[in-house]
């Protein structure tokens, strides 16, 4: 299974954009790029999922070049709701459903 | 939200007793999960479910085991606790569909072994 890497924390205020890159340098081919998000004493919630170029619905965009080897999750506007644990995660079918999570990426949205 | 519980929530035990928490789904997925999640670690993988009868080990299995006799139910057991198994577990469930693995997570079981 592909390991990733994100940032471990990040800042921002409310109504800014924000990007969390995740870099999954051996992305095999069949491999998903899924993000989920986590609030405090809940379990994560799928929020994205993508192959390749660009994915966006009514929550967040994902940005994928075409090397695969990282991918950018992107929140337009967020608000202090927002605050959460980020999860980016590489696999799929392929994999067996195993699924690593990783550490993920803290976000904190101030006021 | 997917139809899945945990029991108990939260539950306190002492060191070297059996445990067992249990996974309820409504959904019928075939996929079931068993996670853990401790400060600094995210969530790992612990066992899954394919179907029913069929199991397999994640990256954090030993010390623990785990049953599925009938679609709804995964059962995840830790037969002698200990103190480095207070954490917080996860059932969560996914379905071949539209979505390559999405998974759908319960509301997790607050364990202490003291």
């Known amino acids: 299974l592909a390991k990733t890497t994100q940032p471990i924390s990040m800042d921002s205020y409310e109504g800014q954009e924000v990007n969390i890159t995740c870099s999954h340098n051996?992305?095999?081919?069949?491999?998903?790029i899924t993000w989920y998000q986590q609030f405090p004493s809940q379990g994560p919630r799928f929020i994205i999922q993508?192959?390749?170029t660009k994915v966006t619905n009514e929550v967040a965009s994902l940005f994928i070049p075409a090397d695969r080897k990282s991918s950018t999750l992107s929140l337009p506007r967020v608000s202090l709701s927002d605050t959460a644990v980020y999860y980016c995660?590489?696999?799929?079918?392929?994999?067996?459903?195993?699924?690593?999570f990783g550490a993920g990426t803290r976000l904190f949205v101030k006021a | 939200d997917a139809g899945i519980t945990q029991s108990p929530r939260h539950k306190v035990t002492e060191t070297g007793t059996p445990v067992t928490l249990r996974c309820h789904q409504t959904?019928?997925?075939?996929?079931m999960y068993w996670y853990r999640q401790d400060p600094g670690h995210g969530l790992r993988l612990i066992h899954y479910?394919?179907?029913?009868?069929?199991?397999d080990k994640g990256e954090v299995s030993d010390g623990y085991s785990v049953s599925r006799s009938k679609t709804e139910d995964f059962l995840l057991t830790l037969e002698s606790a200990t103190s480095s198994q207070t954490s917080v577990y996860f059932c969560?469930?996914?379905?071949?569909?539209?979505?390559?693995?999405?998974?759908?997570f319960g509301p997790g079981t607050r364990l202490t072994v003291l």
């Open positions: 969560a469930i996914s379905e071949i569909g539209a979505v390559d693995n999405e998974q759908f």
């Open positions: 051996n992305i095999a081919t069949n491999d998903y």
């Open positions: 993508g192959y390749k």
């Open positions: 995660l590489v696999g799929g079918q392929t994999g067996g459903f195993k699924t690593i």
């Open positions: 959904e019928n997925h075939r996929y």
């Open positions: 479910s394919y179907g029913v009868k069929d199991t």
